[in-house]
Nanobody
Framework: QVQLVESGGGLAQPGGSLRLSCAAS????????MSWVRQAPGKGLEWVSA????????YHADSVKGRFTISRDNAKNTLYLQMNNLKPEDTALYYC??????????????WGQGTQVTASS
């Protein structure tokens, strides 16, 4: 069964940190680029970060650059998002998504169910 399962969300104070994980199964994880995408309450989808299949290169949206870091462990079939210096505007449902190629094409064919991140005091 092809699936992505996110975890690690929760409540953090502004300035705090969280680490999201995304466990992949049912496909060859190491062959595909991956991304994190978020959706804030009442807003559309916003791409956050992407990583090549082998982890050799990463990309981040300007809104999170310098604060968030995407990484992956292909031996564990797991994608990560380290989130530091959280801001209230980071509050959203965070999804991991599988890309259609080994490099980021932003053509997502598998999505997880999402994990909620809330940055609030």
């Amino acid at each position: 069964q092809v699936q992505l399962v996110e975890s690690g969300g929760g409540l953090a104070q502004p300035g705090g940190s969280l680490r999201l994980s995304c466990a992949a199964s049912g496909f060859t994880f190491s062959s595909y680029a991956m991304s994190w995408v978020r959706q804030a309450p009442g807003k559309g989808l916003e791409w956050v970060s992407a990583i090549y299949s082998d982890g050799s290169d990463t990309y981040h949206a300007d809104s999170v650059k310098g604060r968030f870091t995407i990484s992956r462990d292909n031996a564990k079939n797991t994608l990560y998002l380290q989130m530091n210096n959280l801001k209230p505007e980071d509050t959203a449902l965070y999804y991991c998504a599988k890309d259609a190629s080994y490099y980021p094409r932003y053509e997502f064919d598998i999505w997880g169910q999402g994990t909620q991140v809330t940055a609030s005091s």
